[in-house]
């Protein structure tokens, strides 16, 4: 309904969050609007005659803008077609198609201007006109918005309705129906349970302060000892969902060993949860950590027969941190998989719970295994799983998750588009904004003065709380940074640091970084130490990532004969990855190699591919320090400017990228969180940037030109 008007846009975000919208089930009346707006519609709707507020209170109420619905109810009420007029004829709505007021606002203010009498006779009109068979769930949601009071049989008409509602609104259409749902019920045990339900789906929603406020219904409630049980596990996510620090993961593992006797399937799962809880929290977790929740998961009750994915996954994780890496290996592995095949058979239910219920375990998974493939794969399928399912909470962190993969491809434009995209859904549903990719992002981008404030506040904020794994990754992003400038004494502090803890995911990253920073500062045994731990990882995985980073690192410490091999079978297998910035970094050594053996000529062919490389994805630092040592051998590096007139800005790009895959206007807005004016407004840009004058012609340009390759210069 905003179409774009900017008074909405400016105006909205004071009255209702996503979540409290509810996928237009959310009741127009739950925030104030500012004084100025309100008394500025309620001026407008004073001169209308009682008729027509009448029928614009209908409309108002009806969630999904249905006209023949509108006249159904309008009738029953005794409104002729005549009442619409004044109200048409002021601007303040359109009957077309679909009923469209102004802007929400206007909406908020017809709801808000009527009294509690008349807003539930025209929800009580609203449900006697709605078909019970077609559209049961719209039925149920104005029978309970006219209910006065408890009313059992209403109340279970919402909540089986609620799974339903998620399929069209999401999951905070569903917390919309159940919160309703607990509100109308008389008895206390079941209003108890429906207020737990509600607490989670508002939480999934991404409205942990929303869920915490059902939560203390729940609370105060007579409940058994699995719905006890529940609620310990309630009170562990909201934790983990306000903070990502400290304070969740002992309340998850508390919450698993109430489900032990029972449920084990949920204690399971909730094992599962800990260790996400324990990932983020890492060097900041309290008593033993992750040790300890994998203590207390090999301590469970088996799982089935044929195991599940999720007890594939727990009995890995609690392997990975109890036995050696080579051991725990295979383990992880079949879980990966196991994720994989179904989501690959279409029987996707494991990597849909893992997703949408426990986002932040299978974050690490991939990169831990070194696995490149399956890394691409389910980051891409997250971010479908998470935009299907609405959950507004899970999908920044799939967004981020996919976004660090592109980073790692060479695609910075695609990554910093989707880090934009999760910042955005991030604010709107009021939650802290990962800073995970962003900051290595900046890393990789070389700008001392962009990068460190960044990464020192995101210090910060992680140590007050006590997200642990912030921590790590600042200090890795630290030590890529520094490593690209040449200033390697300060990345081997910042790689020791990131190294005093062995965060799941990014540890053997930081690793290289500590063996390229040591050997260019001469601590060559922190680089043999560092070279061996790396290599206890990466031949157990035995993928072409991993063993194509070990041999870059182990070349760093050879020479001769052995050295030119290793640096060979360095670049022979990252060039068989999607790993495209670890590519240019081996070919970045490998050419500084030769020109210390005075190999000029093969030096500058490495140099060459490195610094065309590093200068076209945007990794400026890098690039420099490649176009130096390109320069000492004799040979003048070509200039290229991070941004030239036809450069695609990050958001431009992933519009471009959506229109080309056929999207409209207003789904590429609903997407991005941006007005479909808005979405015109860049298209226009990129087709003059294109030289391009419609959508059609978007499928001839280069996918380079979208951040999908190497090929695209990026800007800040």
């Known amino acids: 309904e905003t179409r774009g008007n900017p008074l909405a846009l400016l105006e909205l975000p004071h009255g209702l969050s996503a979540p409290e919208l509810a996928g237009g089930f959310g009741v127009p009346d739950e925030q104030p609007l500012t004084a100025r707006i309100e008394q500025s519609f309620l001026r407008r709707l004073e001169s209308l005659r009682g008729e027509t507020r009448r029928l614009l209170l209908a409309a108002a109420a009806e969630p999904v803008g249905d006209v023949a619905l509108l006249w159904r109810a309008a009738e029953r009420l005794g409104l002729g077609a005549d009442a619409a007029e004044p109200a048409q004829t002021a601007g303040l709505i359109e009957l077309g198609t679909r009923v469209r007021f102004r802007h929400p606002l206007v909406r908020s203010a017809v709801y808000q201007a009527a009294a509690v009498s008349d807003r539930r006779e025209v929800h009580r009109a609203l449900a006697e006109a709605t078909d019970p068979v077609v559209d049961p769930d719209r039925r149920a949601w104005h029978r309970a918005q006219a209910a006065g009071g408890p009313d059992e049989e209403v109340a279970g008409e919402l909540e089986r309705s609620a799974d339903r509602a998620r399929a069209r609104g999401g999951f905070a259409a569903m917390a919309a129906f159940l919160e309703r749902a607990a509100e109308l019920t008389p008895d206390p045990a079941g209003r108890g349970t429906r207020a737990l339900a509600a607490a989670r789906a508002k939480l999934e929603a991404g409205a942990p302060e929303a869920a915490q406020a059902l939560f203390g219904v729940a609370e105060l409630s007579p409940l058994d000892d699995l719905e006890r049980a529940r609620l310990a596990w309630l009170r562990g996510q909201i934790a983990f969902a306000r903070t990502r620090g400290s304070d969740a993961p002992p309340l998850l593992l508390e919450a698993a060993k109430r489900f032990e006797p029972l449920d084990v399937a949920s204690a399971r799962e909730t094992y599962v949860e800990a260790f996400g809880a324990e990932i983020f929290a890492g060097r900041e977790s309290r008593a033993g950590g992750v040790v300890e929740a994998a203590k207390g998961a090999r301590a469970a009750p088996p799982g089935p027969l044929p195991p599940r994915p999720v007890d594939l996954l727990l009995d890995g994780l609690a392997m990975r941190f109890t036995e050696p890496y080579g051991e725990a290996l295979p383990v992880l592995k079949r879980a990966l998989n196991a994720f994989a095949e179904g989501d690959r058979t279409g029987d996707d239910a494991g990597l849909r719970w893992l997703w949408t219920s426990c986002p932040v375990t299978p974050e690490p998974l991939a990169p831990e295994l070194w696995d490149d493939e399956r890394w691409h794969a389910l980051a891409n399928r997250a971010v479908s799983l ?70 020192e506040a995101s210090l910060k904020d992680a140590r007050t709380r006590g997200e642990g794994r912030a921590i790590g990754l600042a200090h890795y992003a630290t030590a890529v940074l520094y490593n690209g400038l040449g200033r390697y ?29 040591a050997v260019r500062s001469g601590a060559h045994e922190i680089a043999s130490s560092a070279v061996r731990r790396l290599a206890g990882r990466t031949r157990a995985s035995g993928t072409d990532w991993a063993l194509g980073v070990q041999a870059r690192s182990e070349a760093l410490l050879s020479e001769g004969d052995e050295g030119e091999a290793l640096y060979r079978e360095a670049i022979e297998r990252l060039g068989r990855s999607r790993i495209a910035v670890h590519l240019a970094r081996a070919q970045l050594v490998y050419g500084e190699w030769l020109r210390r053996e005075n190999r000029r000529v093969e030096a500058r062919e490495e140099l060459r591919a490195a610094h065309e490389t590093f200068g076209s994805i945007g990794a400026e630092a890098f690039a420099e320090r490649a176009g130096r040592e390109l ?41 991005l969180f941006i007005s479909p004016r808005t979405v015109q407004y860049h298209l226009h840009k990129v087709f003059a940037k294109l030289d391009i004058t419609s959508r059609n012609q978007l499928a001839s340009v280069p996918a380079g030109r979208f951040g999908e390759g190497l090929g695209v210069v990026t800007s800040d």
């Open 631 to 671: 320069q000492a051998t004799g040979e003048t590096a070509r200039k290229r400017s991070a941004e030239t007139r036809d450069d695609l800005t990050p958001q431009e790009a992933q519009i471009a990228r959506l229109a080309r895959d056929g999207l409209s206007n207003p789904n590429i807005g609903a997407q």
């Open 386 to 455: 998470a935009r299907d399912s609405g959950a507004l909470a899970v999908l920044p962190i799939a967004l981020s998750y996919r976004a660090c993969v592109h980073l790692h491809a060479g695609e910075f434009a695609a990554a910093a588009a989707l880090i934009e995209e999760a910042d955005a859904i991030s604010r709107a549903v009021g939650n802290a904004p990962l800073r995970y990719t962003s900051l290595v992002l900046l890393a990789w981008r070389g700008k001392e003065a962009a990068a460190l404030p960044v990464i």
């Open 489 to 517: 004494e300060k990345a081997l502090a910042a790689a020791e640091r990131a190294c005093a803890y062995e965060d799941l995911g990014f540890y053997g990253w930081a690793l290289i970084e500590l063996v390229e920073a």
